[in-house]
């Protein structure tokens, strides 16, 4: 059986499968500590469980809207409103099964065989799998950690070119947790105004994982409203990673062409799931303050044992829940039995050695880093990072 030449243009996401062999070291009965899974530790919160069950108990059972249900989309536009000042109409909003399907419809629906897209690195696993997916080519701009990691005004300047037609970032970013503050978005707003051709996609699902203070959107800049896709979702917010809802603001050409991808692909999202969204996004959000109280208290935590910890280099994040250390110090050194020669390496080396599930900075566009998670518990995250300093102390 010959199968698509379409599956050897991208991999396998490296976080599903370090949550893959750390199940498999999990049921030969090792005690793994799992700091590689990006998705909350929390329990949905109980006003919008008890939003789906209702609709459950209304028979809200049948085919949706591929777009997502009309007073759904009316509450994502007050959502937009109310924590963004932006206005949007519900025909430039698509819902769709997770950010990550939002990410998709976008890339299918505007990349081309051979346009160029810029991402700056570390980025987030599946960008550049989508791209390649659409015959794109993928352009990273390698950012520093002096800079937080983060691109500059010069850096996106010197990147464009004739082919680019996106380009696409996180903030709060996912791996760093770097978040750009209103001078920096204004700064790369006023390089994208002469570039009105390139389509500027902004994930900016850990919105409200901020520990820096407000969100600040780059569609705020009224000028390039016409170039920006917003995408956003439930999962990390409002702990709903399970639910799989995520949504886009768009330029009504792009919203109409998401949603003509996503009714051949997988129609409308999933009814419950949409109805329980109603009351997550139009409710006060009390819940979701009170989780990013717990991720701040655990970001605290984490700064402090990675500061314990020899040859750590990393900026601290202002938002997200992960930490992204550069740990190049160890590459050359070795337990007696295995040399780390990589960021590849010492992510295995601490699986295996240190029982410890982290994800190699590799998969991020940035070959010196490993990704932790602290969406686990305060117990974990101890146990966790006392076998990875036990372990790297192994390291000559």
């Not at 698509?4 to 370090?18: H, I, K, V």
């Not at 390039?224 to 050409?253: C, D, H």
Request: glycine share 6%.
């Amino acid at each position: 059986m010959h199968l698509s030449s379409l599956l050897t243009r991208f991999s396998e996401p490296e976080t599903l499968r370090m949550a893959k062999l750390g199940r498999e070291l999990r049921a030969k009965g090792l005690d793994i500590v799992d700091l590689s899974l990006g998705e909350p530790d929390f329990d949905t919160p109980d006003h919008i469980k008890e939003a789906a069950k209702k609709a459950i108990d209304e028979n809200w059972s049948h085919y949706t809207p591929v777009s997502g249900y009309l007073d759904l989309r009316e509450a994502i536009c007050h959502k937009f409103s109310r924590d963004n000042n932006l206005n949007y109409s519900p025909e430039n909003i698509v819902v769709s099964t997770g950010a990550k399907q939002s990410l998709a419809n976008i890339i299918l629906s505007v990349i081309d065989k051979d346009d160029e897209v810029i991402i700056p690195t570390p980025f987030w696993v599946t960008y550049a799998a989508l791209v390649q997916m659409a015959g794109g080519t993928v352009k990273l701009i390698k950012t520093e950690l002096e800079n937080g990691y983060k691109i500059t005004p010069a850096e996106l300047e010197a990147a464009i070119s004739p082919r680019t037609k996106m380009f696409m970032f996180s903030s709060p970013c996912n791996p760093s947790g770097s978040v750009y503050n209103k001078e920096e978005l204004a700064a790369l707003a006023d390089v994208f105004k002469r570039y009105p051709q390139i389509v500027i996609i902004s994930d900016e699902i850990y919105e409200y994982i901020n520990y820096s203070g407000k969100h600040f959107s780059i569609a705020e800049h009224e000028e390039l409203k016409e170039q920006i896709v917003i995408v956003n979702g439930l999962s990390k917010g409002f702990a709903m990673t399970g639910w799989r809802l995520g949504y886009i603001a768009a330029p009504l050409q792009i919203a109409k062409a998401c949603d003509k991808l996503q009714g051949q692909l997988t129609s409308g999202t999933n009814a419950i799931t949409q109805r329980a969204a109603i009351t997550a996004l139009t409710s006060p959000l009390d819940a979701t303050y009170k989780m990013v109280e717990e991720f701040t208290r655990r970001k605290t935590r984490v700064m402090e044992l990675m500061h314990g910890i020899e040859g750590f280099r990393f900026p601290e994040p202002d938002g997200a829940f992960y930490a992204f250390p550069c740990v190049d110090f160890y590459f050359g050194k070795s337990d007696g039995e295995e040399t780390i020669n990589s960021a590849d390496d010492l992510n295995m080396y601490l699986l295996n050695k240190g029982h410890v599930s982290t994800v190699t900075g590799s998969a991020f566009g940035d070959d010196h880093c490993l990704r932790f998670s602290f969406a686990n518990s305060m117990e974990n995250i101890e146990k966790g990072f006392a076998r990875i300093k036990e372990a790297l102390a192994r390291l000559k």
